[in-house]
């Protein structure tokens, strides 16, 4: 069933180049020592039966921060029992120690309370089609299937209507 989902999931993405960067920062808030949870930890099936938005980025981009704030909002203004908001982080610039510190610092600073995993070896980013452009964020239905891909940067609105969209039970395509 990976197999298939990763297949289908590069069968959908379109090539892209990486977005612009820089944003403001929001207030920041106590982070944790804990090292971020490994992508290898991170099982699609866990959120089946659930609107997964699965949002890949990296610290080092500024579209990327700049959407953050968006999407802890989606992660509060959603049922969390119909809707779940991932960040996969392929940060690559640095010590894997050096990475852990600023995926903290950008946890604290952006107030993200979703789950957030480090995609250290690259795999998920790899079973996703390899993308070229960050953020990528894809939006994948109950049932396991990807339903919408947004390469770049994307406003709330344009995520939470498509959320709302298959809440209600309509098509999206894209």
Not at 147 to 155: D, F, L, N
């Given at each position: 069933m990976r197999l298939f989902t990763a297949l289908l999931l590069a069968a959908c993405l379109l090539a892209g180049g990486c977005a612009s960067r820089e944003n403001s920062t929001p207030k920041p808030k106590a982070a944790s020592n804990a090292p971020s949870p490994l992508a290898d930890s991170f099982k699609a099936e866990d959120y089946r039966g659930k609107?997964?938005?699965l949002n890949f980025w990296a610290t080092w981009c500024p579209p990327c921060?700049?959407?953050l704030p968006d999407l802890v909002?989606?992660?509060h203004d959603f049922d969390a029992a119909?809707?779940?908001v991932v960040?996969?982080?392929i940060d690559d610039r640095g010590t894997p120690e050096e990475i852990q510190t600023k995926l903290h610092q950008a946890l604290a600073a952006y107030q993200i309370d979703y789950p957030v995993f480090f995609d250290s070896k690259m795999e998920l980013y790899q079973a996703f089609g390899s993308f070229q452009a960050i953020?990528?964020?894809?939006l994948i239905d109950p049932q396991g299937q990807v339903r919408k891909v947004y390469e770049g940067a994307r406003p709330y609105a344009a995520f939470?209507?498509?959320i709302q969209a298959l809440l209600d039970g309509k098509k999206i395509e894209g």
């Amino acid at each position: 069933m990976r197999l298939f989902t990763a297949l289908l999931l590069a069968a959908c993405l379109l090539a892209g180049g990486c977005a612009s960067r820089e944003n403001s920062t929001p207030k920041p808030k106590a982070a944790s020592n804990a090292p971020s949870p490994l992508a290898d930890s991170f099982k699609a099936e866990d959120y089946r039966g659930k609107i997964l938005l699965l949002n890949f980025w990296a610290t080092w981009c500024p579209p990327c921060r700049g959407e953050l704030p968006d999407l802890v909002r989606l992660h509060h203004d959603f049922d969390a029992a119909k809707v779940a908001v991932v960040g996969i982080s392929i940060d690559d610039r640095g010590t894997p120690e050096e990475i852990q510190t600023k995926l903290h610092q950008a946890l604290a600073a952006y107030q993200i309370d979703y789950p957030v995993f480090f995609d250290s070896k690259m795999e998920l980013y790899q079973a996703f089609g390899s993308f070229q452009a960050i953020p990528t964020t894809f939006l994948i239905d109950p049932q396991g299937q990807v339903r919408k891909v947004y390469e770049g940067a994307r406003p709330y609105a344009a995520f939470a209507e498509d959320i709302q969209a298959l809440l209600d039970g309509k098509k999206i395509e894209g």
